[in-house]
């Protein structure tokens, strides 16, 4: 007995241990060690014009999935464009993806009444969320590397002052 009382204390301990990792990741407490490449994406933007995860090479890039229903999604934006005007002249970009069961016209809508001054784009099929790993929870940001490394992934909110830092530190790496 004390040997399945042993396996099952050790199986509790590892499905804790997963746990607690599943929610770090989940807040957003987890990054990309592995840097990652970017997924190869099209974009469609409001303007229906497009652009590609290979067009923003060489520019260190924040991919944001949002939707106009989601509360954080709305409350981040005004700190997302100020973090893009922030730094846009140093080789920054920022791109809004809109999730595929947010209607279009809300989209246009929030854009145009905020005015939000970096690029916006309609993932209308759901094709880009699922390429970018099956992104479900909104807000999820990335940050990229000018090498298309992904190089953090952010679900929620993200700490602003530490992104900061961070789109810093990879804006001055050549």
């Not at 990229?144 to 490394?149: A, F, T």
Request: charged content about 20%; hydrophobic content about 45%; aromatic content about 8%.
């Amino acid at each position: 007995m004390p040997l399945f009382s042993s396996l099952a204390s050790h199986r509790r301990s590892s499905l804790r241990l997963l746990a607690g990792i599943g929610i770090a990741a989940a807040l957003g407490l987890v990054g990309c060690a592995g840097k990652e490449a970017a997924p190869a994406s099209t974009f469609v933007l409001l303007d229906g014009s497009s652009t590609t995860t290979a067009d923003l090479k060489g520019k260190v890039m924040l991919v944001n999935f949002w939707a106009t229903t989601c509360v954080t999604c709305v409350k981040e934006m005004p700190a997302l464009a100020s973090t893009y005007n922030k730094y846009q002249s140093q080789g920054f970009e920022t791109l809004a993806v809109a999730m595929d069961y947010d209607p279009p016209a809300w989209v246009v809508n929030f854009a145009q009444t905020r005015q939000l001054p970096f690029k916006v784009a309609i993932d209308n099929t759901g094709e880009i969320a699922r390429a970018w790993g099956d992104v479900r929870l909104t807000p999820t940001t990335f940050l990229i590397d000018r090498q298309g490394r992904i190089v953090k992934r952010y679900v929620g909110e993200p700490d602003f002052t530490a992104l900061h830092q961070l789109i810093e530190k990879l804006l001055a790496q050549t």
